[in-house]
């Protein structure tokens, strides 16, 4: 089970393909929306995928981590389009031999998942919205300037996106 | 040679989600994000990346007729 998704994760689904008689650990994360945001009051996130590409690379994720931990069942899931507060927005689940290998490997896939597979955050927060990026939110409709807003928008703690136009 | 273009996040509200655009044989990546930033100069301070046919590729790659070139920011992030 490696895949996007427009509907709500299930994550009893991603543990039944966890079972696995010589499994002795299963260890599951999800991610969820949260709240806040460096100071700013979230309402939703909403996420966009390069999903077939996004999907592959999730596959090679996968390949990678029950090679190098000899895990037994592997699932990443990830929604996109809407997600509200307190709902998951991606779940992974792992099943290995012992405790130890499905930690790390558990770990390491979100980390992992997070850099390199191409799924983008646009938080809509009260009074604004905005791209995440992995350091920094880059304002929308300004992302030509996005390079030189950096600075303003992270240290500034700015608490609203800058509008179109706004310079 | 035609290229596929996809843009994804920021960059597709800017660019729209699909072009196509012709490049002289021997083009790289880069040369076609050179040629896109020269014509929309707002576009040089954009950090990307870029994947053909659903790849990473470094700027250096040299594309082949009909590839799908995917233009995009960093992804998501969180910690």
């Known amino acids: ?93 792992v099943s290995a031999g012992h405790r130890a290998e499905a930690f790390a490997a558990c770990h390491w896939l979100i980390d992992r998942l997070k850099e390199i597979v191409p799924i983008w955050k646009r938080e809509h927060f009260r009074g604004g919205q905005v791209w995440i990026g992995p350091q920094q939110g880059i304002p929308e409709a300004s992302v030509g300037r996005a390079a030189a807003r950096r600075t303003s928008a992270c240290g500034g703690r700015r608490r609203h996106a800058p509008r179109r136009g706004d310079r | 040679m035609r290229i596929r273009l996809r843009f994804f996040a920021a960059l597709r509200e800017q660019m729209g989600a699909r072009g196509e655009r012709s490049v002289k044989s021997g083009a790289t990546v880069g040369t076609l994000w050179r040629a896109l930033v020269a014509e929309r100069p707002e576009l040089a301070a954009v950090p990307v990346r870029f994947a053909v046919n659903e790849t ?9 007729d009909g590839d799908e070139v995917a233009i995009f920011p960093p992804v998501s992030g969180g910690r």
């Not at chain 1, 895949?3 to 599951?28: C, F, S, Y």
């Not at chain 1, 999800?30 to 945001?37: V, Y």
């Not at chain 1, 909403?46 to 029950?66: D, N, V």
């Not at chain 1, 895990?71 to 927005?89: C, D, N």
């Open chain 1, 1 to 93: 089970m490696l895949r996007v998704t427009r509907t709500p994760i299930v994550p009893t689904a991603l543990l039944r393909a966890m079972r696995d008689p010589a499994a002795g650990a299963v260890v599951t994360f999800l991610g969820t929306t949260r709240n806040e945001n460096a100071g700013r009051r979230v309402v939703r996130l909403e996420y966009e995928a390069f999903s077939r590409m996004a999907e592959r690379e999730m596959r090679a994720l996968a390949a990678t981590a029950t090679k190098r931990w000899t895990l037994r069942k592997v699932a990443m899931v990830h929604r996109i389009g809407i997600v509200p507060v307190g709902e998951a927005s991606v779940a992974i689940a």
């Open chain 2, 56 to 64: 990473y590729v470094a700027p250096s790659h040299r594309l082949a």
